[in-house]
């Protein structure tokens, strides 16, 4: 009896997903045929990798551009907030390929080249100010769109559209901002503060305006930075030109007013080679080919403190020398009030006020402060994980692995950081992206981030 019962007990579990029992010579064949009819894929060395879009955080404004989330197909609900990665899959039935993505204050812009190579601009969400430029619907109806819940066309005024390529992009508070190769820099948005690089008018309504303004700029340009209301230009020989907003200093032109036309900033970068600048809010960093850290603005939190003490506002860069405490800098990123830094080794230092990385216990601190480089992967499984780069949202960081790995902490505001909850994160938590991460976009309270599948 007992041996019978065993016999009928007895069963494996094949690839197809069931159990069979050993109960008689025809369950045998079967599984044998079962067995001998699975087939393994694996990636080979040819597998081609598939650009991949994913965005989560706050999709009320439609700045994850997924329509499908703010109207519903049947049965399913409206989605005010993404708590995690969710594919973007825009360029599929546009026909483009992404080059580049910006997040700003609640909208999203994408710069995208065609297959016969022509450049395209792309936005989505908030467009209350024309930061999307001049959106209606339907067409010629005059209806204008203050929210934009799926990416849509913006057109720049350019004399060779065929010829022109778009090379960089970001985004502000309310403005956007668009260098080319051939026809100089594009912005488009709220210039209350001379941020558009343009002449203040007192009272401008900003609300459905077709405005687009044009600043001729014949030096190639290698990064874009907006503030909330200030714009930097950084060229490939290394200089920076500011415009905007300068009531903490911002500009970096030894000056608290506002300056609407491209200036050159100088101080302590006059004559070095900057690779590098990040402003999120109106404090800002820029490293130097040498490894060098410079910064300048609001330092009401201790961003700047370690040159200019206890005071909270700085109009002129300063190199800030934290020497060898931190090695050679590879990248800053200047959150609102918090600063962050990824020197050549891969490790990263935070310091300021708010979620620094190092616990609910360390919420303020004048002097870099090392995360410890096991929170990103780094392991006797994994001894060489590093850090190759770093972004930053108004509250929060965001890592980036040399595996594609992406790593985030900080304020969790509607969801930004994609970890399924919309708690705060208080040391790197790794985000599961189903995808290999290559680039990142941080908004305030939006991600987007541009990877290549795993296969």
Known sequence: MARCLQRLCLAIFIPTGRWIRFGSSYRRKMLKRELDDTVFQYAGDNVKYADRLYGWGCAATGALG???????????????????????????????????????????????????????????????????????????????????????????????????????????????????????????????????GRAIVENESYRGSQIINKIPFSEPIKQIVCGQDHTLLLTDSGQVYSFGLGSDGQTGLETYDNVSTPTLVKGDIEGEKIVSISSRADTVLAVSDRGDLFGWGNSEYDQL??????????????????????????????????CALLNENGSVFTWGFGILGKG??????????????????????????????????????????????LYVWGKNRTACLGLGHVLDQFFPY????????????????????MCKSFG
Request: glycine share 10%.
């Open 360 to 405: 609910p216990k360390l919420e303020k601190s004048k002097e870099p402060e090392q995360i410890p480089q096991s929170l990103f992967g780094l392991n006797d499984l994994n001894p060489n994980a590093k850090v190759v780069d770093i972004s930053c949202g108004l509250y929060h960081f965001a890592a980036l692995t040399d595996s594609g790995a």
């Open 305 to 338: 403190s370690v040159v200019i003490g206890d005071r909270i506002q700085l109009n002129v860069p300063c190199h800030l020398p934290f020497g060898d405490a931190v090695g050679k800098v590879k990248k800053a990123a200047a959150a609102g009030s918090m």
């Open 66 to 196: 997924l329509k499908t989330l703010l109207k519903p197909e049947r049965r399913q609900k409206v989605r005010m907030t993404q708590l995690t990665p969710l594919r973007i899959d825009f360029s599929h039935h546009h026909r483009v390929k992404v080059k580049h993505v910006a997040c700003g204050y609640g909208f999203t812009s994408y710069l995208c080249q065609t297959p016969e190579g022509k450049h395209l601009l792309y936005g989505t969400g908030l467009n209350t100010d024309s930061q999307l430029g001049y959106q209606e619907f339907p067409r010629k109806s005059g209806r204008i769109l203050d929210y934009v819940i799926e990416p849509a066309s913006i057109g720049l005024p350019l004399s060779s559209p065929n010829r022109t390529n778009l090379t960089h992009i970001a985004c502000g508070r309310a403005h956007l901002v668009v260098a080319t190769d051939k026809e100089g820099v594009f912005t488009l948005g709220h210039n209350a503060y001379g941020q558009c």
């Open 430 to 449: 790794k985000v599961q992206v189903p995808a290999e991460v290559k680039s990142i976009g941080c908004g305030v309270d939006h991600m987007v981030v």
